[in-house]
Every structure is written in structure tokens, then in C-alpha cells.
């Protein structure tokens, strides 16, 4: 039986768009350009220049900075690494941390920075484990003016400013110098190490707060009538361990 080829599938001749080529590279270009708009918008790159911030930042660090994370009705906190324009210098840009809110009272004693957070309740003591070095430049605060005085002062800083300081407190012009900064003068918050490479990542952990109280005895000094109790477990541990 003669076997019958099947007719040959019909040729689907597919019509080239005019200027399709052109018009993806267009849409590319349009989306690049968004998005770099959004980018710039949202995200600057910030080199460090000096040594203020030794001890969470180095010089010549290329950070990347959030220029909109406080936008939208947010404030900078306590604890962030802020770039700033110090009103010493309004040509100039600084990177420094943010220690004191607006309606904190604030005083340094002898390198100890102690807050009343919002001006009330109990003094707490600031712990910044992120310092290279005990300090003593300028290490007393503050005048009426909110800088580095002769003696240590309670300041109450202003509504809508803020009170920074570098973490390398011996070689950096801060508020001890200038005053507490106004909010209209933080521009970005920095949040990322991007060079160099070896060092890439996160900024690290703030200050925290803790409220003074009373404090642990020191090593070596037994509060009244320790010496009793320290000795009579120790009779009592000696008579277990002979059983």
C-alpha cells in the first residue's frame, strides 16, 4: 500500500516591528533612568574625612547614607550616625552621633555622659562601648549655650535640635564646640560601610541608657558582715563535702 506524505506545515512568516529594536532600547533607558533617579533621591555615598569617628569609622570609609530616613514625619535617634552641617560651618558637611534629643537634659562629668530623657524621671547613664579610648578633652558639660564648660552643668537641650558628639571624643569639634545642632541641619543617616571591602557591612551598635542605682561593691571590699556569711558557707561546705 503506497503510503501518502503529509503535506508540509504551512511557513509562519512572523512581521518585524518597524523601530522595534529602538523602541526595548528606549524602555531600557527610560527604566534605567528612574531608577537612578529614585537612587539619588533616596541614597548618597559619604566619605569620612578625619578621625572624629575612630572607633566606628575610619578615614576615607565610603559610607552609604539614607537621605530619606528622615522624611515622612521622622526623627533622627539616639545612637545614629548622622551627616550634618554644623552651624560653626554651614559650608561644611560632618558626620557625627547623635547623643541628646530634643527636650533631653544632658550633662558630662568628667568623661560620663548622664541624660534625664525627655528632662525627666531619673538620670540614666549613657554606655557607648564603641569609644577607642577613655577621654579628656573637653569632658565637661555644659554652659548655657550647651558646650563644654569648666565644671559639669545640666543642660536642657532645645525643642527640634539635637545634641552630637564624635565617637573619638579627644580629636573631634562637635556640640562640646559648637552647640546642639538644629534638625533642619541633619541631611542623611549613614547605615552602611560599602569600602573598604574587607570592612563591608553594618555600623555597629549605639549607646544604650541604663538608670544609676546602687552600685556593686568594689573587688576587694566586703559590705558589713559578708565576712561572716562568706565564712560560715564555707564551714558548711566543708562539712558536705567531709560527709
Known amino acids: 500500500m503506497t503510503q501518502v506524505a503529509p503535506p508540509p506545515a504551512p511557513v509562519i512568516r512572523r512581521r518585524r ?11 531600557v533607558l527610560l527604566i534605567a533612568l528612574i531608577l537612578y533617579i529614585i537612587i539619588w533621591t533616596a541614597l548618597q555615598t559619604v566619605r569620612v574625612d578625619g578621625t572624629s569617628m575612630v572607633g566606628t569609622l575610619q578615614n ?14 521622622a526623627n533622627p535617634s539616639r545612637g545614629d550616625i548622622a551627616v550634618l552641617i554644623p552651624p560653626s560651618d554651614p559650608t561644611r558637611d560632618f558626620i557625627k552621633r547623635i547623643i541628646g534629643l530634643p527636650g533631653d537634659t ?8 548622664m541624660i534625664k530623657p525627655g528632662g525627666k524621671g531619673n538620670w ?17 558639660c555644659c554652659d548655657s549655650a550647651g558646650k563644654a564648660s569648666g565644671s559639669a552643668q545640666p543642660f536642657t537641650i532645645p ?12 580629636f573631634s569639634s562637635d556640640s562640646r564646640s559648637f552647640g546642639p545642632v538644629p534638625r533642619k ?4 543617616k549613614a547605615f552602611l560601610r560599602i569600602w ?21 561593691p568594689a573587688a576587694g571590699v566586703a559590705l558589713p558582715g559578708a565576712g561572716v556569711a562568706l565564712l560560715e558557707l564555707g564551714r558548711r561546705r566543708r562539712r558536705r563535702l567531709s560527709r
Request: hydrophobic share 40%; no cysteine.
Open 159 to 170: 525643642q527640634d535640635q539635637y545634641f552630637v558628639m564624635g565617637d573619638n571624643r579627644n
Open 106 to 113: 544632658i550633662e558630662i562629668n568628667a568623661g560620663k555622659v
Open 185 to 188: 541641619n541633619i541631611l542623611a
Open 196 to 216: 573598604p571591602i574587607n570592612h563591608f557591612g553594618g555600623l555597629g551598635d549605639g549607646p544604650t541608657l541604663a538608670t544609676t542605682g546602687a552600685l556593686a
Open 60 to 73: 576615607q570609609d565610603l559610607l552609604l547614607a539614607s537621605k530619606i530616613s528622615y522624611d515622612f514625619g
Open 17 to 27: 516591528r518597524k523601530g522595534g529594536w529602538l523602541r526595548d532600547l528606549l524602555e
Open 124 to 140: 540614666q547613664v549613657l554606655h557607648e562601648p564603641y569609644l577607642p579610648q577613655p577621654w579628656t578633652t573637653l569632658d565637661n
